[in-house]
């Protein structure tokens, strides 16, 4: 299923070192209102995201050359951005951004590995969240944070430089969004198609900010 675990990335950036995602993740959770099985996907696996040179080699319990041919999924997801006005307007939804989970850096099965590694019960029915899906281009970049930084977000060649100025997102109001505000709605649809197989949808994962 599609999950948004709302982030208040302000926060994250001033608490995550040194203890991780706290504040800035406890506040709400929205999921999409149903469940596509792995088998569903079959068609749709891939090989997982190939790791840049330099990169630290996985642990050996994290490596396995069948998930590695296959563990990815081509998991197309769009974020779509609404604010109060827009809708007032009867305006359609802007959209922010367009990934693939194929360009996730671990696997699912890695994910679960290392989660599980411990000991932890992970059972049949609970929730792992994979983490926001982002890609190497401006177009595929997950949130906010990353869409506003350095300049223009549609920019072809990006220059990610931490503290520099950030650049809004302008809506066709003519509104500026550096941040999620007030009346703001967030859709999440996330979609597998490939010539010759049925394509396979994730529903809608929706939330409006309410403050």
Known sequence: CLVNDWSARDLQKWEYQPLGPFLAKSFATTM???????????????????????????????????????????????????SARMRDEGMEPV????????????????????????????????????????GPTREARGCLLELTWDGDPWASEPSIVPGTQRTPITLPTGEERRFLENGDEIVIRGYCERDGFRRVGFGVCRGVIEG
């Open 32 to 82: 999409s209102p149903w469940v596509v099985t792995m088998e569903a996907l079959a068609p749709y696996r891939c090989p997982a995201m190939t790791r840049a040179d330099g990169d630290p080699t996985p642990l050996a319990y994290l490596m396995d050359d069948d998930d590695q041919a296959l563990g990815g999924v081509d998991l197309t997801l769009e974020v779509f951005l609404s």
């Open 95 to 134: 959209r922010l951004s367009r990934g693939s989970f194929r360009d996730m850096y671990w696997t699912i099965a890695q994910m679960v590995a290392h989660h599980t590694s411990n000991g932890c019960n992970l059972e049949e029915g609970d929730l792992l969240a994979s983490g926001t899906v982002s």
